[in-house]
């Protein structure tokens, strides 16, 4: 049913319809963090920078009383995030690049890597943040100690001086005017050597690092070949918990560990074993157990994530160690759900005060939920119930023995993300815990603006039941009321393959929604949320099975008239993708297709990209593609390219190295070159991530493309290419 959503507003036929341009008001909430009382929550707030060409994150606060509305806490005049509360609660640490804004460096180069550094922000007395550290080449995460007077850093520096730093890294001094520049050629003797999103990554390895909370006095603690991540204080403050790959060949597997290591001496000691995969460490209060998140491969890439127990002192760090608590339960904290909006957070685990039970969130249908789990037999609780996505939360201990106070961010299709607070009692609870909402972050951007809600189906294909939603076409000249039956549909696929679509705002569905277009996405074998067998379903068959999956709910939609059968169109982005370029070389029924930055030919998608490596392949495909290339060739959608007639737009990032941009260029080739109706849309200066977190004009614009293209061919009724937009290419 289409909801029109008007803060302050009753009459329907006053809204409108949303606009792609709409993104540049949105205020997105991430990182919440609440004070150790639980009296008060701080989140970064991002917004668009005035010039449209990138993001300004802040810092915010809000009592959980509900008392006052949030304020600001930090200026944000360009990137203010990570906000930690001190163990006393006087004191906020967050990382920031001011520095760049607002401290003179004479001489400090263009390309500088000192700028996002620690800074401290006194809460009791009116005062500025002042900086506290100046490591060499910044910081990327932070943590107080126990007794808040110190705090671990992860830092790429390898000393604490700039001087001292480039020599331990042998980095060369500029040359004087009139020499040759310094070589700029990479030599790689590994994988894995760059990252999506920030390019070559081989140089840049973060350790942890002490830092003195009142002086900045800094020393590196670690001295590890791998990056560390996930840094967790022990109790009392002697420990630290981390996870890395320290495995002889670690760039061609996917495998992590936790350790802890000495915060006097150094010394570290490996907690997990077993070519697993384990992270997000979470020390209990006795200090002595860390509940970690992970799991050792059981069924290969589509292996369930689950909440295990290991004693701190490595002393079970074998092969088959550690003891799983939630191994009955088939739920997947960590699983990624997906949004264009809604922010996700990496998977968190806390403990309760008492150790007594361990709280984190996992998806259930569609909807992302808190739960908790008892150390003791693993029994379990889910403490909220609704159609939303909780993508961001924290807790403290309550007053009461084992009770926690819980700060999370809820959104949903109809909203966006906003601050809440829960009580989590210790005794078992009877029936879902009330969500008191804190902030309205967005009431004003959304004001008037009508916005479809989506009804949920489910079908059965193989004997798996597939979960998926109808967004429903409004009608253009009344936003606000559903458009008459049957209407243009667009399947909308996820990428992943192992992600998942839920109750998560999408601004393109409403986009599309609000333009006469209704929306059909689901979760086709190898989606997340639904247990370990339903996730790895699609193991050797990443096309076949997940094809039944998504068409089964558009051929359910034609059958009951919802969906108008002569005008179907079909797009996704990265395995989306991958599954748009199949469908459409299989099937002849959509009227137009856009794939988005997508996999088109396996073989060079397992060997090229930040993911490259025998390992992608042999968890998803059984093989490597030297090991089985006939598979690989009937896996592929360039196979079957030669069949493709369905208008398609290509779409690709020109600095994608999850899916590099090679790969919509060779299917381009193969339908230009059988003059078909193709067109190829390149970004530039963009990552895989432009849908998500790209500069926000060319994510508007990349709306804007999306629903001009489909609005031609299943609204207009047209055939040949639409014209081509009059300003491109900076012309």
């Given amino acids: 049913m289409v909801a029109a959503r008007l803060a302050g507003m009753t009459e329907p036929h006053t809204a409108r319809a949303p606009r792609p341009d709409d993104l540049y008001g949105f205020r997105i909430a991430t990182e ?47 990137q203010d995030t990570s906000p930690r509360f001190s163990p006393d609660g006087r004191t906020l640490a967050f990382l920031s690049d001011r520095r760049l804004t607002v401290e003179e460096l004479p001489g400090a180069p263009d390309d ?61 001094a500029k040359p004087a005017p009139g020499l040759p520049p310094l070589s700029d050629y990479h030599y790689i003797d590994r994988l894995q050597s760059m990252s999506n999103g920030r390019g070559f990554v081989y140089g840049s390895v973060p350790q942890l690092w002490i ?62 074993g077993g070519h697993g995969y384990f992270g997000i460490p979470t020390w209990l209060p006795d200090g002595r157990t860390l509940a970690v998140l992970g799991h050792r491969y059981p069924a290969a890439a589509g292996s369930r994530p689950d909440i295990w127990l290991f004693p701190a002192d490595g002393s079970d760090s074998g092969a088959k160690g550690g003891r799983n608590l939630s191994a009955r339960h088939d739920l997947m904290p960590g699983a990624v759900m997906n949004s264009d909006l809604t922010i ?27 739960w908790r789990i008892a150390v003791r037999d693993g029994s379990l609780e889910r403490l909220t119930e609704g159609h939303h996505y909780l993508s961001g939360w924290d807790a403290v201990p309550g007053r009461a023995v084992g009770s926690s106070i819980v700060a999370v961010l809820r959104s949903s299709p109809g909203s966006l993300p906003d601050v809440y607070r829960l009580d989590a009692p210790a005794r ?77 705002p999408f601004w393109e569905f409403q986009c599309l929604a609000g333009a006469g277009i ?59 993708g991958y599954l748009t370029s199949w469908i459409v070389g299989h099937d002849q029924r959509f009227k137009a297709a856009i794939t988005c930055r997508s996999v088109n030919n396996l ?26 290339p006939e598979l690989y060739r009937e896996q592929s959608p360039i196979t079957y390219a030669r069949d493709i007639r369905t208008p398609l737009l290509i779409q690709h990032s020109e600095n994608d190295l999850r899916t590099t941009i090679g790969q919509g260029e060779e299917l381009f080739t193969v339908l230009r070159s059988l003059r078909r109706p193709v067109r190829m849309m390149r970004v530039p200066g963009e990552s895989h991530e432009l849908t ?24 207009l009724g047209r055939r040949g290419l639409p014209p081509l937009p009059k300003a491109r290419a900076g012309r």
């Fill in 603 to 628: 073989v060079s998608q397992m060997s090229t990209g930040d993911i490259a490596g025998p390992m992608f392949g042999q968890i998803e495909l059984g093989a490597a593609p030297w090991e089985d």
């Fill in 32 to 78: 919440p963090r609440l004070s150790p009382t639980g009296d008060r929550v701080v989140f970064t707030l991002q917004t668009v920078a005035p010039a449209k060409d990138g993001y300004r994150r802040s810092v915010w606060s809000v009592p959980t009383d509900g008392s006052e509305p949030a304020r600001r806490l930090t200026i944000g005049a360009k």
């Fill in 428 to 504: 078992r609870f009877a029936r879902p815990i009330e969500l008191r909402r804190l902030t309205e972050l967005n009431r004003e951007a959304l004001e008037g603006i009508a916005l479809a809600e989506p009804e949920t189906r489910w079908t059965t294909v193989d004997g798996l039941r597939v979960q998926g939603w109808h967004v429903p076409a409004a009608d253009p000249a009344k936003a606000g009321r559903r458009a008459r039956r049957p209407t243009p549909l667009v399947l909308e696929i996820h990428g992943g393959p192992h992600t998942l679509y839920g109750w998560s």
């Fill in 211 to 272: 830092v003195d909370a009142e002086t900045g006095a800094a020393r590196r603690l670690t001295d590890l070949p791998s990056r560390i991540e996930d840094v967790a204080w022990s109790p009392d403050g002697k420990r630290i918990a981390f996870a890395t790959n320290l495995a002889a060949n670690r760039d061609l597997g996917w495998y992590s560990d936790v350790h802890v290591v000495d915060v006097q001496t150094g010394a570290a000691t490996r907690v997990t």
């Fill in 692 to 715: 998500r977190s790209g500069t926000p004009y060319r994510r508007v614009e990349n709306l804007v493309q999306v629903g001009a293209w489909f609005r031609h061919f299943l609204v």
């Fill in 344 to 370: 996700g957070e990496p998977a968190r685990l806390i403990a309760s005060g008492d150790g007594a039970s361990i709280l984190f969130t996992a998806p259930f249908e569609g909807a992302y939920e808190l």
């Fill in 112 to 172: 500088r890597e000192d700028g996002v550094q620690v800074h401290l922000l006194p809460l009791t007395l009116p005062g500025e943040a002042r900086r506290l550290t100046d490591l060499p080449r910044g910081v990327t995460d932070v943590a107080w100690a126990p007794d808040g007077r110190r705090l671990a850093v992860l830092s790429a520096s390898r000393a604490a001086d700039v001087k001292a730093d480039a020599r331990l890294r042998g980095k060369a």
């Fill in 518 to 576: 209704g929306v059909w996405y689901s979760n086709p074998r190898g989606s997340e949320g639904y247990g370990e067998a339903f996730n790895a379903a699609n193991f050797r068959d990443w096309g076949h099975g997940p094809t039944r999956d998504v068409l089964s709910g558009v051929d359910a939609l034609a059958a009951d008239r919802i969906a108008d059968p002569d005008r179907l169109g079909v797009t996704g982005g990265s395995y989306g």
